[in-house]
């Protein structure tokens, strides 16, 4: 038997958005991430991932379900301790990479340390280290505005990393790059889960990145569809696949599910 | 753009509370020359300057209270002064002997030596006085006077000039007889208690105003500020000038902040506690207040500097400075309030796109 998850989402929903509009993003969704482990959440555009990745991420609290962090329940906290959590135990990477341009490479990983209190020298240290890691030593005094999209993915990983959290979350983190950088980011976010034993989980649309994973997971409405661990040639069903004739019966499946974990 | 608030509201508050002070000490100046311990004024009187005329007997009451060494005679009044040409402008007219309020600052000339028609007269109001200088002259009355001294820096805050002669000149052009004065000045002997003096002048004395130095000076103050309103005007102007700083510095962090609502959203999902942005936000306004007040003061020194030699002049101390930087770091702080409320209702969720 494996050691017990690192992060652990049971039967998780999501209802966003208020009266018409209202939708269900997220339906009974069960997922556990562990440490050392590569996983890649694959979903069409809609199907709930980033809401998945900001409810795993403590920034949105679930309409139901719970969520374990760390062995820790993640249920009725305040904004304060959610931060709290987040800082302990999160690393964030994003799409749009979300550096702060007046901020040297240096200083945008400095600064993810700051926030956690560590002494100015060592944030400096380990800023330093962080960068060097994921290939940019050389580029320590450089400006945002003067890298490559690749070379600011990398800044916001190195930012990621340098606190050493247990847990990171990327959301869609190749979208903005182009192929050879995309492949270039994913196989560094599978060398940070190997190496360090973290637990690394990314959105992703790109098929081509799956080699790199660990673990894919499959996203569609709000349901998670499939699982496939490394080397496994096909998906392994959770469940039947549902039809495009079958999308509006979601329900009698999720009664079936409950069943079957009681 | 911050910075030109703060900035615009630093050199706003100098100037106004420098005209203040300014104002203060142009009220001051003479009380503080006259070197009398106390006053003695006809009933009522509210000014130096606008003092109704003494009957005469009161010097003798005076010198026969225990405790006086000396009364001395002021005669000080508004008059019309009629230049070279003619024209005439307001002045006030001091006549006083023995020393007593004899012009300070003399630049030009000799006090010692005014001759019978002699007077002196600060060179700021040359211009006013239509005077090329030593020497030249003028009338009040239709009597003529000579410019026989020069000072520096004597400015009233009438804006009606100090001129100053003997005392019988100054009842001759007024009309007081020579046995009346608008003030008599009493010198205590040393060690005696003031206060004591002036109660038993008062008892002695029914009918008259009796003011220590200290309170014909705040009187003069009340009067000239806040009896006139001047002051109030120069206050409210520095009051306005704070709100307009604040109004315009939190519009401008408020407005940066906003800009920034993205990178403050990273910040939270990075873990960051609130404390910690308001930490930011405080010492970005911090920052700002520093910056603003150095460049601020500079300007409001310059422009203090300009106004030495103009009848209003700006009088910025060092301890206006000091209070001014606590102001602006406390306005700064306060701007930054909206601000941090801002940021308080950020979604931090909003860093994933969705
Ligand atoms: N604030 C919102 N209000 C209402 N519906 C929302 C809101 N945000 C997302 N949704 C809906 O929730 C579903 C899941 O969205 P999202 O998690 O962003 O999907 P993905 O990241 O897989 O593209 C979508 O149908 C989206 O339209
Ligand atoms: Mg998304």
């Known amino acids: 038997m494996r050691a017990f998850p690192i992060l652990e989402a049971r039967q998780i929903v999501k209802e966003l958005g208020q009266g018409e509009g209202k939708v269900q993003a997220l339906k009974s969704v069960d997922l556990a991430l562990h440490e050392g482990e590569f996983t890649l959440l694959m979903g069409p555009s809609g199907s709930g991932k980033t809401t998945l990745l900001s409810i795993l991420g403590c920034l949105l609290t679930p309409t139901s379900g719970t969520l374990t962090l760390g062995g820790e329940a993640v249920t009725h906290r305040s904004a304060e301790d959610l931060a709290d959590l987040r800082r302990r135990h999160l690393g964030f990477i994003f799409q749009s990479y979300n550096l702060f341009p007046t901020l040297s490479a240096l200083d945008n990983v400095r600064l993810g340390l700051d926030v956690r209190g560590f002494s100015s020298r060592e944030c400096k240290e380990r800023a330093a280290e962080a960068l060097i890691e994921v290939g940019l030593g050389h580029r320590l005094k450089a400006y945002p505005g003067t890298l490559s999209g690749g070379e600011k993915q990398r800044v916001a990983i190195a930012r990621a990393i340098a606190p050493e959290p247990p847990v990171i979350l990327a959301d869609e983190p190749t979208a903005a790059l182009d192929t050879e950088n995309g492949y270039a980011i994913m196989e560094l976010l599978s060398r940070v889960a190997g190496k360090n034993g973290r637990a690394v989980l990314a959105v992703t649309h790109d098929p081509r990145t799956v080699p790199f994973a660990d673990r894919v997971i499959e996203i569609e409405d709000g349901i998670i569809t499939g699982e496939r661990k490394k080397h496994a040639a096909t998906v392994i069903p959770a469940r039947p696949r549902q039809s495009q004739a079958a999308h509006g019966k979601a329900a009698p499946y999720q009664d079936r599910k409950r069943q079957a974990h009681a | ?354």
């Not at chain 2, 309103?229 to 401008?252: M, R, Y």
């Not at chain 2, 460049?295 to 060092?318: E, K, N, R, Y």
Request: aromatic letters at 8%; a neutral charge; glycine letters at 10%.
């Open chain 2, 1 to 354: 753009m911050t910075l030109i608030g703060i900035l615009f509201a630093v050199v706003l508050l100098a100037v106004q509370l420098g005209l203040y002070l300014g104002a203060r000490k142009m009220i001051v100046d003479t009380i503080d020359h006259a070197g009398g311990d106390i006053w003695i004024a006809a009933y009522g009187s509210n000014s130096f300057e606008q003092a109704t005329i003494l009957h005469g007997r009161e010097r003798f009451a005076a010198l026969s209270v225990p405790g006086v060494s000396a009364v001395e005679p002021l005669v000080a009044s508004f008059a019309p002064w009629t230049r070279g040409d003619t024209s005439t402008t307001s002045v006030v007219v001091v006549g006083a002997d023995n020393g007593t309020l004899s012009p300070w600052n003399v630049v030009e000339g000799s006090v010692s030596a005014l001759s019978p028609d002699g007077v002196a007269v600060d060179r700021t109001y040359a211009d006013t006085l239509g005077i090329s200088g030593i020497g030249a002259v003028a009338e009040i009355n239709g009597q003529r006077l000579r410019v026989d001294a020069l000072t520096d820096g004597i400015r009233s805050f009438t804006t009606s000039p100090y001129i100053f002669m003997s005392l019988a000149k100054a009842r001759e052009l007024l009309s007081v007889p020579s046995d009346q004065a608008t003030f008599y000045l009493v010198k205590v002997q040393p060690g005696v208690d003031v206060s004591g003096v002036k109660h038993a002048l008062e008892k002695k004395l029914p009918g008259t105003s009796i003011f220590t130095n200290a309170e014909f000076r705040q009187t003069n103050l009340d009067y000239w500020l806040f009896g006139t309103g001047a002051g109030v005007a120069l206050l409210g102007g520095a009051v306005l000038g704070l709100i307009i700083g604040t109004v315009v510095v939190a519009q401008t962090l408020y407005s940066s902040t906003k800009d920034h609502l993205a990178e403050f959203a990273t910040l939270r999902a990075l873990g960051s506690s609130s404390f910690y942005i308001h930490k930011v936000i405080l010492t970005q306004a911090t920052v700002s207040a520093f910056l603003g007040y150095g460049l601020g003061i500079a300007v409001s020194f310059a422009v203090a500097q300009a106004s030495l030699h103009t009848p209003m002049p700006i009088m910025l101390t060092p301890q206006l400075a000091a209070m001014l930087l606590v102001v602006t770091v406390v306005m700064c702080a306060v701007s930054a309030l909206s601000s941090i409320f801002k940021v308080t209702k950020i979604d931090p969720a909003m860093v994933f796109a969705r």
